[in-house]
């Protein structure tokens, strides 16, 4: 109830404008923090009695030393806020290798109505009106600004595998039994082998590339920005899928928990030299993007490299690149820039050519780490900028269009159909957010999971863009169809 209510305008209004009288004491009290760089947020009931506590007191009882579990079976919040608490606790606190949460990260600070508020100091508390009920809210913002790149990749990992093993489990012991009869599953599970290891990674690489490409999930079902690689692992269970990097974050997410050491590659179109690691380190510094556009093409993509007896470099991402499993010396080959050959890729009208590249881990992580906290924009980034839609498969790219006005709208549907036309692909531009034609036809029967989602994802990307972009905006959809036109 309280995560449903908070996140409206006005109740944020009556949070600020209502101040709790002693008369109110007996109302039941909340505690909500919302992180202002990712928007994640949770709503906690705390014991009437604490509402009163300083702000280090309410933290270590209700953030770092609570039990989620417990708050659940207690009812003292939802699993939607449990999620968010979370990943509260890991941008709060630092992680050690087995995932336990340490000590508080440098630079965090708290602010309630734009005012900071010092770790000593009883926050405000607000009364509420919830469903004619009277409740006591202390809303606290998270602000993270003056946060540097703080996370132990080893311990996060280790916290979210523990967080649900057994859903994990399960996803990787399904994608092996699709591939594998049963006395082969359990010892392809138990890694006997380097052949056992080889066949372990490639049903989990498998799995996630036949999933959908998509960003339909950042404006459907949870919403979220970008999701972390236990976060993709449970959509793809869902039924739905991710973007390459979140892909690729999914697949080493799950081979670490087994202990299969890897590293991420870089991976981008027509950039066949070494990467230029101190210009995209500044960037991450800096986010100037400003004439950076051919240096980023570097991290356009990602992929992961296993170290095994002999390298094993993987892509399973999909969005139409090609499933990618080399081993040995056809590995390096993409690799070594004395040898370096490129992956020819067409996601949809543009033909590329991708290529590999090792760099520092620390760059690689950041990169994930900033586009999860850092870029506020960044859902809107990966389907207009990056040019992805919110879905892409062998016979159907997905894309919202945005307009303000009719003149708009027709350069658009103009720019579309030349493209297409000259290519001799069909496409159905709508001034309004319909699969109403015969390629929508055609994936709501081949995919109904995908659009369903797509039709849901109008009101929240038009909310996510006229944020940033201004009010006043309508927003249709181009449906291309990447397969040639029959004669």
């Known amino acids: 109830m309280l995560d449903d209510l908070t996140h409206t ?15 109110d004491q007996s109302a039941p009290a909340f505690l909500q923090l919302t992180d202002v760089l990712t928007e994640r947020r949770f709503a906690v009931r705390i014991d009437p009695d604490d509402s009163s506590l300083a702000l280090n007191s309410l933290m270590a009882k209700y953030v770092k030393r609570c039990s989620v579990k417990a708050y659940l079976v207690e009812n003292r919040m939802t699993p939607a806020s449990a999620n968010a608490l979370t990943s509260i606790q890991e941008y709060l606190y630092h992680l050690s290798d087995f995932g336990a949460l340490q000590g508080p990260v440098h630079g965090v600070a ?19 009106i919830a469903d004619g009920t009277p409740i006591r809210v202390i809303d606290i913002a998270i602000d993270r600004n003056a946060v540097g790149y703080e996370l132990n990749w080893k311990g996060f ?3 979210r595998w523990d967080k649900n093993p057994a859903a994990h489990t399960r996803f990787i ?3 092996i039994e699709a591939q594998n009869a049963p006395e082969e599953t359990r010892r392809i599970m138990n890694l006997e082998s380097q052949a056992d290891k080889i066949q372990f990674i490639r049903a989990i690489a498998q799995r996630i590339w036949h999933s959908d490409f998509e960003s339909y999930s950042r404006f459907s079902g949870a919403k979220l920005r970008y999701k972390t690689g236990d976060e993709t692992v449970a959509n793809i269970q869902a039924g739905r899928g991710g973007i390459c990097s979140e892909k690729v974050q999914a697949l080493k997410f799950l081979t670490d928990a087994y202990g299969l050491e890897s590293e991420y590659i870089l991976v981008g179109p027509e950039i066949p030299n070494r990467p230029p690691e101190d210009t995209l380190r500044q960037l991450l510094e800096t986010f100037d993007f400003s004439f950076s556009k051919r240096h980023m093409r570097y991290w356009q993509h990602l992929a992961v ?19 990618l499993f080399e081993q040995g010396t056809n590995a390096t080959k993409y690799l070594d820039y004395d040898q370096k050959i490129s992956l020819p890729v067409k996601m949809a009208l543009v033909p590329e050519n991708f290529y590999y590249h090792q760099a520092s881990q620390q760059l690689a992580q950041d990169l994930y780490y900033a586009m ?3 870029i506020p924009e960044i859902d809107l980034v990966q389907v207009f900028d990056n040019e992805l839609g919110l879905y892409i498969d062998d016979q159907l790219l997905v894309a919202p269009i945005v307009y303000k006005t009719e003149a708009e709208y027709d350069d658009i549907n103009s720019d579309y159909v ?12 709508t001034q309004s957010w319909t699969l109403d034609s015969q390629l929508g036809d055609e994936l709501q029967r081949r995919n109904p999971i995908a659009a369903q989602a797509i039709q849901e994802s109008e009101e929240h990307l038009l909310a996510r863009y ?12 181009a449906l291309i169809g990447l397969s040639p036109r029959q004669a």
């Not at 094993?312 to 690149?321: F, K, M, P, Q, R």
């Not at 006229?466 to 959809?477: I, K, T």
């Open 9 to 23: 305008p006005k109740t944020n209004e009556a949070l600020h404008a209502q101040p709790a009288t002693r008369s």
């Open 372 to 374: 999860e906290h850092f």
């Open 110 to 128: 708290f602010r309630q109505h734009d005012q900071f508020l010092a770790s000593e100091e009883p926050p405000t508390v607000a009364r509420v």
């Open 157 to 159: 990992h280790r916290r």
């Open 418 to 429: 030349q493209a297409c036309d000259a290519q001799g692909l069909e496409c159905s531009i």
């Open 305 to 323: 490299l296993y170290h095994l007896d002999d390298p094993l470099l993987v892509d399973a991402t999909n969005g139409n690149i090609p499933f």
């Open 466 to 477: 006229q944020h940033f972009e201004g009010e006043g905006h309508s927003a249709g959809l």
């Open 173 to 175: 012991l399904e994608a």
